[in-house]
Protein backbone atom coordinates (compact mmCIF):
# COMPACT_ATOMS: atom_id res chain seq x y z
CA UNK A 1 0.00 0.00 0.00
CA UNK A 2 2.95 2.21 0.58
CA UNK A 3 4.39 1.88 -2.85
CA UNK A 4 0.91 2.75 -4.62
CA UNK A 5 0.37 5.73 -1.92
CA UNK A 6 3.64 6.73 -3.42
CA UNK A 7 2.63 6.23 -7.17
CA UNK A 8 -0.40 8.12 -6.87
CA UNK A 9 1.02 11.18 -4.88
CA UNK A 10 3.81 11.44 -7.03
CA UNK A 11 1.64 11.63 -9.94
CA UNK A 12 -1.32 13.83 -8.40
CA UNK A 13 1.55 16.14 -7.68
CA UNK A 14 3.73 16.48 -10.57
CA UNK A 15 2.95 19.29 -13.01
CA UNK A 16 3.13 17.06 -16.05
CA UNK A 17 -0.14 15.20 -14.81
CA UNK A 18 -1.74 17.88 -12.82
CA UNK A 19 -1.80 20.94 -15.80
CA UNK A 20 -4.38 19.83 -18.25
CA UNK A 21 -7.98 20.45 -17.76
CA UNK A 22 -10.86 17.93 -16.93
CA UNK A 23 -13.04 17.70 -18.95
CA UNK A 24 -10.50 18.44 -22.15
CA UNK A 25 -11.77 22.04 -23.64
CA UNK A 26 -10.24 21.66 -27.12
CA UNK A 27 -12.13 22.88 -29.92
CA UNK A 28 -10.80 21.21 -32.62
CA UNK A 29 -12.01 18.08 -31.85
CA UNK A 30 -14.93 15.83 -32.68
CA UNK A 31 -16.78 14.51 -29.13
CA UNK A 32 -18.49 11.14 -29.27
CA UNK A 33 -19.51 9.07 -25.96
CA UNK A 34 -18.14 5.21 -26.37
CA UNK A 35 -19.86 4.21 -23.09
CA UNK A 36 -22.22 5.10 -20.58
CA UNK A 37 -21.41 3.42 -17.29
CA UNK A 38 -24.16 4.32 -14.80
CA UNK A 39 -24.44 8.34 -14.88
CA UNK A 40 -20.97 8.39 -16.67
CA UNK A 41 -20.72 9.23 -20.00
CA UNK A 42 -17.09 7.97 -21.62
CA UNK A 43 -16.07 10.38 -24.06
CA UNK A 44 -13.57 10.36 -26.77
CA UNK A 45 -11.88 13.23 -28.76
CA UNK A 46 -11.17 12.98 -32.60
CA UNK A 47 -8.77 15.00 -34.12
CA UNK A 48 -8.25 14.70 -38.16
CA UNK A 49 -11.30 14.94 -41.42
CA UNK A 50 -12.35 12.07 -42.38
CA UNK A 51 -10.87 11.56 -46.24
CA UNK A 52 -13.87 10.71 -48.17
CA UNK A 53 -11.28 8.64 -50.86
CA UNK A 54 -8.81 6.72 -48.27
CA UNK A 55 -9.29 5.34 -45.19
CA UNK A 56 -6.47 6.80 -42.48
CA UNK A 57 -4.57 5.13 -39.71
CA UNK A 58 -5.68 5.81 -36.38
CA UNK A 59 -4.11 6.16 -33.09
CA UNK A 60 -5.85 5.75 -29.60
CA UNK A 61 -4.21 8.01 -26.91
CA UNK A 62 -5.08 7.03 -22.98
CA UNK A 63 -3.75 9.75 -20.25
CA UNK A 64 -1.63 9.29 -17.24
CA UNK A 65 -2.12 9.53 -13.75
CA UNK A 66 -2.22 6.71 -11.47
CA UNK A 67 -5.80 5.28 -12.44
CA UNK A 68 -6.93 7.88 -9.99
CA UNK A 69 -7.30 11.40 -11.72
CA UNK A 70 -5.64 12.72 -15.05
CA UNK A 71 -7.34 14.55 -18.54
CA UNK A 72 -7.11 12.75 -21.69
CA UNK A 73 -6.11 17.11 -22.65
CA UNK A 74 -2.63 15.26 -21.43
CA UNK A 75 -2.10 13.93 -25.63
CA UNK A 76 -3.58 16.66 -27.70
CA UNK A 77 -0.87 17.71 -29.05
CA UNK A 78 0.45 14.37 -29.97
CA UNK A 79 -2.69 13.94 -31.23
CA UNK A 80 -3.09 17.27 -33.15
CA UNK A 81 0.62 16.12 -34.57
CA UNK A 82 -0.73 12.97 -35.65
CA UNK A 83 -3.62 14.54 -37.25
CA UNK A 84 -1.56 17.05 -39.28
CA UNK A 85 0.55 13.85 -40.52
CA UNK A 86 -3.16 12.67 -42.31
CA UNK A 87 -3.98 9.74 -39.10
CA UNK A 88 -7.07 10.01 -37.12
CA UNK A 89 -5.68 11.11 -33.40
CA UNK A 90 -8.02 10.02 -30.35
CA UNK A 91 -7.75 11.18 -27.21
CA UNK A 92 -9.83 8.78 -24.41
CA UNK A 93 -11.33 9.11 -21.14
CA UNK A 94 -11.82 6.46 -19.21
CA UNK A 95 -13.07 6.22 -15.27
CA UNK A 96 -10.60 7.21 -12.48
CA UNK A 97 -10.62 6.43 -8.76
CA UNK A 98 -10.82 10.12 -7.72
CA UNK A 99 -13.82 10.89 -9.83
CA UNK A 100 -15.62 7.34 -10.09
CA UNK A 101 -14.17 4.95 -7.59
CA UNK A 102 -12.86 2.46 -9.59
CA UNK A 103 -10.32 0.07 -9.11
CA UNK A 104 -7.74 -0.78 -11.96
CA UNK A 105 -9.52 -3.41 -13.70
CA UNK A 106 -12.62 -1.26 -14.50
CA UNK A 107 -9.78 1.36 -16.48
CA UNK A 108 -8.53 -1.71 -18.11
CA UNK A 109 -12.21 -2.59 -19.05
CA UNK A 110 -12.90 0.73 -20.38
CA UNK A 111 -9.54 1.05 -22.23
CA UNK A 112 -10.67 -2.11 -24.45
CA UNK A 113 -14.18 -0.78 -24.76
CA UNK A 114 -12.66 2.02 -26.15
CA UNK A 115 -10.34 -0.03 -28.66
CA UNK A 116 -13.21 -2.10 -29.61
CA UNK A 117 -15.88 1.23 -30.58
CA UNK A 118 -13.43 2.65 -32.25
CA UNK A 119 -12.87 -0.42 -34.60
CA UNK A 120 -16.65 -0.96 -34.90
CA UNK A 121 -17.38 3.09 -35.66
CA UNK A 122 -14.04 2.75 -38.20
CA UNK A 123 -16.09 2.77 -41.53
CA UNK A 124 -17.94 6.18 -40.61
CA UNK A 125 -14.69 7.47 -39.15
CA UNK A 126 -12.42 7.17 -42.34
CA UNK A 127 -10.33 5.07 -40.03
CA UNK A 128 -8.43 1.57 -41.58
CA UNK A 129 -9.72 -0.95 -39.40
CA UNK A 130 -6.79 -2.36 -39.82
CA UNK A 131 -4.07 0.44 -38.74
CA UNK A 132 -5.31 1.01 -35.45
CA UNK A 133 -2.43 1.99 -32.94
CA UNK A 134 -3.09 2.37 -28.82
CA UNK A 135 -0.66 4.26 -26.93
CA UNK A 136 -0.77 5.77 -23.47
CA UNK A 137 1.71 7.52 -20.66
CA UNK A 138 2.02 5.85 -17.58
CA UNK A 139 -0.80 4.46 -16.25
CA UNK A 140 -2.49 4.97 -19.90
CA UNK A 141 0.74 3.21 -20.94
CA UNK A 142 -0.30 0.31 -19.07
CA UNK A 143 -4.13 0.22 -20.52
CA UNK A 144 -2.76 0.61 -23.86
CA UNK A 145 -0.37 -2.29 -23.48
CA UNK A 146 -3.58 -4.25 -22.28
CA UNK A 147 -5.15 -4.16 -25.05
CA UNK A 148 -2.55 -5.20 -27.43
CA UNK A 149 -2.04 -8.34 -24.38
CA UNK A 150 -4.69 -9.50 -22.33
CA UNK A 151 -7.66 -11.44 -23.24
CA UNK A 152 -11.26 -10.97 -21.92
CA UNK A 153 -12.27 -7.75 -19.93
CA UNK A 154 -15.08 -7.49 -22.30
CA UNK A 155 -13.39 -7.22 -26.06
CA UNK A 156 -10.59 -9.27 -27.54
CA UNK A 157 -10.79 -6.26 -30.17
CA UNK A 158 -6.48 -5.92 -30.85
CA UNK A 159 -4.66 -2.60 -31.78
CA UNK A 160 -2.11 -3.10 -34.90
CA UNK A 161 0.20 -0.89 -33.07
CA UNK A 162 1.48 -0.19 -29.69
CA UNK A 163 3.15 3.12 -28.59
CA UNK A 164 3.51 3.32 -25.05
CA UNK A 165 5.28 6.40 -23.18
CA UNK A 166 6.87 5.04 -19.33
CA UNK A 167 4.31 1.85 -19.30
CA UNK A 168 3.78 0.62 -16.54
CA UNK A 169 3.54 -2.71 -18.39
CA UNK A 170 5.25 -5.61 -15.64
CA UNK A 171 2.99 -5.35 -12.50
CA UNK A 172 4.33 -9.00 -11.41
CA UNK A 173 7.43 -10.77 -10.84
CA UNK A 174 8.70 -12.65 -14.14
CA UNK A 175 12.34 -13.31 -15.20
CA UNK A 176 14.71 -10.85 -14.46
CA UNK A 177 12.36 -8.11 -12.99
CA UNK A 178 11.18 -8.03 -9.17
CA UNK A 179 7.87 -6.07 -8.68
CA UNK A 180 7.76 -6.96 -5.80
CA UNK A 181 11.19 -5.84 -4.91
CA UNK A 182 11.30 -2.40 -6.58
CA UNK A 183 7.92 -0.98 -4.70
CA UNK A 184 5.60 -0.91 -8.27
CA UNK A 185 3.63 -3.92 -6.63
CA UNK A 186 0.12 -3.19 -6.48
CA UNK A 187 -2.17 -4.65 -3.99
CA UNK A 188 -4.90 -6.94 -5.35
CA UNK A 189 -8.05 -4.63 -3.79
CA UNK A 190 -6.43 -2.08 -5.43
CA UNK A 191 -6.02 -3.42 -8.67
CA UNK A 192 -9.68 -5.23 -8.35
CA UNK A 193 -7.51 -8.40 -9.28
CA UNK A 194 -4.02 -10.31 -9.11
CA UNK A 195 -1.67 -8.14 -10.18
CA UNK A 196 -0.13 -11.10 -12.88
CA UNK A 197 -3.72 -10.81 -14.67
CA UNK A 198 -3.60 -7.48 -14.96
CA UNK A 199 0.18 -7.36 -16.13
CA UNK A 200 0.73 -7.10 -19.67
CA UNK A 201 3.99 -8.47 -19.60
CA UNK A 202 2.31 -11.61 -18.59
CA UNK A 203 -0.08 -11.99 -21.38
CA UNK A 204 2.49 -11.48 -24.59
CA UNK A 205 1.72 -13.82 -27.17
CA UNK A 206 0.95 -14.38 -30.97
CA UNK A 207 -1.64 -11.55 -30.84
CA UNK A 208 0.55 -8.90 -29.21
CA UNK A 209 1.90 -6.31 -31.71
CA UNK A 210 4.35 -4.34 -32.71
CA UNK A 211 5.38 -2.09 -30.03
CA UNK A 212 7.39 1.19 -29.24
CA UNK A 213 8.43 1.96 -25.62
CA UNK A 214 10.10 5.19 -24.89
CA UNK A 215 11.29 5.60 -21.10
CA UNK A 216 13.19 7.58 -19.00
CA UNK A 217 16.62 5.55 -17.75
CA UNK A 218 16.09 7.46 -14.07
CA UNK A 219 12.32 6.69 -13.79
CA UNK A 220 11.92 5.84 -10.18
CA UNK A 221 7.86 5.75 -10.39
CA UNK A 222 7.92 2.95 -12.97
CA UNK A 223 11.42 1.55 -13.12
CA UNK A 224 13.42 1.61 -16.36
CA UNK A 225 13.96 -1.97 -15.48
CA UNK A 226 10.48 -3.17 -16.14
CA UNK A 227 10.61 -2.23 -19.40
CA UNK A 228 13.62 -3.91 -19.64
CA UNK A 229 11.42 -7.12 -18.36
CA UNK A 230 8.49 -6.83 -20.67
CA UNK A 231 11.42 -6.03 -24.23
CA UNK A 232 12.73 -9.48 -23.06
CA UNK A 233 9.40 -10.62 -22.85
CA UNK A 234 8.11 -9.76 -26.16
CA UNK A 235 11.34 -10.77 -28.07
CA UNK A 236 11.03 -14.46 -26.76
CA UNK A 237 7.74 -14.56 -28.04
CA UNK A 238 9.20 -13.36 -31.15
CA UNK A 239 7.37 -10.30 -31.28
CA UNK A 240 8.71 -7.12 -32.39
CA UNK A 241 9.50 -4.42 -29.93
CA UNK A 242 11.72 -1.39 -29.76
CA UNK A 243 12.73 -0.02 -26.37
CA UNK A 244 14.46 3.35 -26.45
CA UNK A 245 15.60 4.64 -23.00
CA UNK A 246 16.27 8.33 -22.41
CA UNK A 247 19.52 8.85 -20.50
CA UNK A 248 18.62 10.70 -17.35
CA UNK A 249 15.32 11.41 -17.78
CA UNK A 250 12.31 10.77 -14.73
CA UNK A 251 8.60 9.90 -15.23
CA UNK A 252 6.55 12.22 -17.15
CA UNK A 253 9.67 12.89 -19.45
CA UNK A 254 7.92 12.50 -22.58
CA UNK A 255 5.67 16.33 -22.19
CA UNK A 256 8.42 18.30 -21.57
CA UNK A 257 11.82 19.77 -22.83
CA UNK A 258 13.46 18.31 -24.59
CA UNK A 259 11.91 14.63 -24.72
CA UNK A 260 8.38 16.31 -26.20
CA UNK A 261 9.95 16.69 -29.64
CA UNK A 262 12.60 13.81 -29.33
CA UNK A 263 9.75 11.16 -28.52
CA UNK A 264 7.03 12.37 -30.93
CA UNK A 265 10.06 12.08 -33.40
CA UNK A 266 10.68 8.63 -32.72
CA UNK A 267 6.91 7.64 -32.31
CA UNK A 268 6.41 9.37 -36.12
CA UNK A 269 9.58 7.21 -37.58
CA UNK A 270 7.92 4.32 -35.29
CA UNK A 271 4.77 4.61 -37.88
CA UNK A 272 6.57 5.35 -41.13
CA UNK A 273 8.47 2.39 -40.70
CA UNK A 274 4.82 0.57 -40.35
CA UNK A 275 4.17 2.13 -43.80
CA UNK A 276 1.35 4.24 -42.06
CA UNK A 277 2.29 7.66 -42.90
CA UNK A 278 4.88 8.73 -45.44
CA UNK A 279 8.48 10.00 -43.97
Known amino acids: MKSL ?9 SPLFAQFPYPPTSTDARVETYRTIDAT ?4 WIFGERDP ?3 KPAIVFFFGGGWSSGSP ?8 HFAARGMIAITADYRVRSRQGVRVV ?18 RLGIDPNKIAASGGSAGGHLAACTGTLDGYGSNERPNALILFNPAATLAPIAGWDAQASGLALSPERLGAPAQA ?7 GPHTPPTLILHGTKDTTVPYESVVAFERAMKQAGRPCTLVGYEGAVHGFFNGNPHFAT ?6 RFLVALGWITP
Open 5 to 13: LRLVLYLLA
Open 73 to 80: AQFERQAR
Open 53 to 55: NTQ
Open 263 to 268: TLAEAD
Open 106 to 123: DCVNDAKAALAWVREHAQ
Open 198 to 204: LSPAHHI
Open 41 to 44: ELKL
